[in-house]
């Protein structure tokens, strides 16, 4: 969360990539004027930066008695600061800065998507780590699964110096809109009440999400993305986070983004039934790719397999960028294994199935979030959830 300049045009970089036009920019309607205006100056400022009273009252169109007041009530519940004169030439008084209190608050940030270890951390909402802590699964599974979380995040509630806005997990398997785990097989989970368990051991708002979904939420949150991509993950398994005109997509049954599942190619023939070999996964998980690029595998058969493996992926997502005409595909995990040949051979099957021009612009890129990506996910869940930003 460093200043940035306004999203008022393309924020990436990369030719291609549209600006974020859905975060809010103007002024509400009555009913919920006041909330609405609030998150209106809070999205500026984690947008743009230290601005001053006037400059939020011209960029976001309202009055500046209005913003004046807001500001005021920002200052006093300690999320904004003044942070000073501005610097100018001009004759007159400089204008007070203001900015958000960005290392003022934290947010404890748990990571369940490893099948070895559950991971934690006290994060800023600037995505900064203060503490870290983890916790041997050992195979746990159920309720001893279900300990463990609760156990890592009681210890990093209390390890936090800051005051906490919450707690954000992103686990593994299907979690619906009241942070009830569905399914969550590798955990050995079902219909279990985990946003409700974590709240009350630790008193504090919390909130529960698809690992993918978080993940995706971490690269629109502090990423360069655009507004419109998916991200894939490639670890124990295969899952995806969709983000689609600004706005995560969990499906009706909060299941979107299983792509690790969906049968690829017609090896078996179009008649065939659903069959686990055949899947995504089978192809890209980390396990599969591990085993058929170790050291004793020779360099032309390590490039035949990676190559095979993008292939699937391209397989898979050209219909999703066909209907939802994305402009951006961000892959998150190993590098050694998900960059060069399987980037290339995955655009490459891109470009061939789905229409030049409509998505001769698409951008293909590996993550920008590094090993934290779905802790700083966690994070912007709570950040969105209390502040209303990302």
Known sequence: MTAATPRTTNPSSTPGLPARTLRPRVKATLGDAKRHNRTLILQTLHDTGAQSRADLARATGLTKVTVSGLVADLIAEGTLRELGLRESLRPGKPATLVDIARDAFAVVALDLSDHRTMRGAVVTIAGTVLARAEADRAEATGAAAQEL?????????AAAELPLLGVGV???GVVDDQGVVRTAPNLGWENLPLRELLAERTGLPTVVANDANVAALAEYSFGDSSDNFILVTVGHGVGSGLIVDGHPVTGSGFASGEIGQVMVGTDLGLDAPYARDQVLEHWLSVPSLTAATGPEVSASERERVLREAGQRLGIVLAPVVGMLNLAEIVLAGPLELIGGT??????????????????????LRTSTQGPDLVLRGATATVVKAQLGIS
């Open 149 to 157: 979380a609760l156990g890592l995040a009681a210890e990093l509630v």
């Open 170 to 172: 992103g686990t593994p």
């Open 342 to 363: 399987l980037a290339d051979a995955t655009h490459e099957i891109l470009r061939r199935r789905t229409m030049p021009d409509s998505h001769s612009d698409l951008v």
